[in-house]
């Protein structure tokens, strides 16, 4: 299955903030969309990339300052990309290799999505419930 699919299933909507938003607009966000990161886009495109886990190390760090910080100043700046031709398992690999939970899509320079480890596993759960069925179809035909 490839990323394109996925989108295909949640969506092509991403929820994205600019740089100099600051850390409270951030939060504000992320709890709007119920979600836990954000892509971070300036006027040259995708910048980074910021979720809860950044906030929060970054609060433990330098205290309740820095909720009036802008969002450039905690965000991940090397942000790991797929696209939507990629495979799923390529973007599973990824995610586990670098210990991340939010992957960007990008088509070209285009911001075409975002895949979540939720979409991925529930990607997964799905495949592995097609296959079960035809299993079970296969076998009660026998």
Do not use: F, W
Not at 46 to 66: F, N, P, T, W, Y
Not at 106 to 128: N, P, Q, W
């Amino acid at each position: 299955m490839r990323i394109a699919d996925v989108l295909r299933n949640k969506g092509t909507a991403v929820a994205t903030v600019p740089p100099e938003a600051t850390v409270t607009e951030l939060l504000a966000g992320l709890a709007e969309h119920n979600i836990g990161a954000m892509v971070v886009v300036g006027p040259e495109g995708v910048a980074g990339i910021v979720s809860e886990r950044d906030v929060v190390r970054k609060l433990h760090e330098h205290g309740a300052e820095v909720l009036s910080r802008p969002v450039s100043e905690i965000m991940t700046r090397l942000v790991a990309t797929c696209t939507p031709r990629d495979s799923v398992d390529d973007l599973t690999v990824l995610m586990t290799r670098r210990r991340i939970r939010h992957v960007p899509v990008l088509d070209g320079a285009r911001l075409a999505g975002i895949v979540s480890i939720g979409d991925v596993v529930k990607t997964r759960m799905e495949e592995l419930e097609t296959s079960q069925e035809q299993l079970h179809a296969y076998i009660t035909r026998g």
